[in-house]
């Protein structure tokens, strides 16, 4: 078994012009090499609809982690009904932070999103992440390359020195078309919000409808100063 110390990026050559281009046997070869080890930190949005959904076909009972950020749209924690009634076998778990909101606004500030969104990121999001992938050598990402000038470079298993783990993007090589077309082909069910204008949905403060097909995240933190919430330094 490969451990962080030990990492090193495997010779193994994924198959990239087949139907998943190469999402699918990334994700065999994870699941083979790390066993339950592997943790995919899923938000719910329409990639996340297509990773569990090939998840699925590789590994029936995987462990699904969302972030449970108290933050979120109603439309998410729908969607997350959905696909556990589909998939009854995956565990999904929803990851709490250590403060519940009324105690981070004590602590911090009323709305530390709107003054201080990367603390907000820090105490919702990073460290429960954190804490997730304590006990996890890989965790999956749905990462694509096109979605923006920081996910460029992003190749399909990749060295997490923040999370002293291996991070695993399945999805690189996939379009936005890509995506919807194995949506609609697979009937999933999605964030219906996806059909509002929202092509990135994360917390409901923090997440604009975003219209630019140039950059499909662009209605996170719009006006903050602020494009990753730092799960992908
Ligand atoms: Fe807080 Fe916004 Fe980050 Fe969510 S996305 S954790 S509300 S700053």
Not at 26 to 48: K, M, N, P
Not at 159 to 164: G, H, N, Q, S
Not at 191 to 196: G, K, M, Q, S
């Amino acid at each position: 078994m490969l451990t962080f110390e030990t990492w090193q990026e495997p010779a193994h050559d994924f198959e990239v012009d087949d139907t998943y281009k190469g999402a699918l046997s990334t994700l065999e070869w994870a699941y083979d090499t790390y066993g339950d080890e592997v943790v995919y930190a899923c938000s719910f949005g329409i990639e996340g609809i297509v990773l569990i959904d090939l998840i699925a076909k590789v590994k029936r009972d995987a462990k699904i982690v969302f972030l449970d950020t108290n933050k979120h749209f109603d439309e998410t924690y729908e969607v997350i009904e959905k696909v556990k009634k589909r998939y009854p076998q995956l565990r999904i778990e929803l990851k709490q932070p250590k403060l519940t909101l009324e105690e981070q606004a004590e602590k911090y500030g009323d709305k530390l999103w709107e003054t201080e969104p990367n603390q907000c990121c820090k105490v919702r999001k990073i460290e429960p992440l954190d804490e997730s992938l304590s006990e996890a050598i890989a965790w999956i990402s749905g990462l694509r390359r096109e979605q923006g000038p920081t996910r460029a470079n992003t190749n399909f298993i990749n060295l997490d020195t923040r999370f002293e783990s291996v991070k695993i993007c399945p999805l690189i090589h996939w379009t936005w078309k890509d995506v919807w077309r194995y949506v609609s082909r697979n009937e999933l069910d999605y964030n219906v919000l996806h059909d509002r204008g929202y092509p990135s949905i994360g917390c409901a403060p923090c997440t604009n409808p975003a219209f630019t097909e140039e950059d499909l995240r662009a209605g996170r933190w719009s006006g903050q100063g602020k494009t990753e919430c730092g799960l992908h330094g």
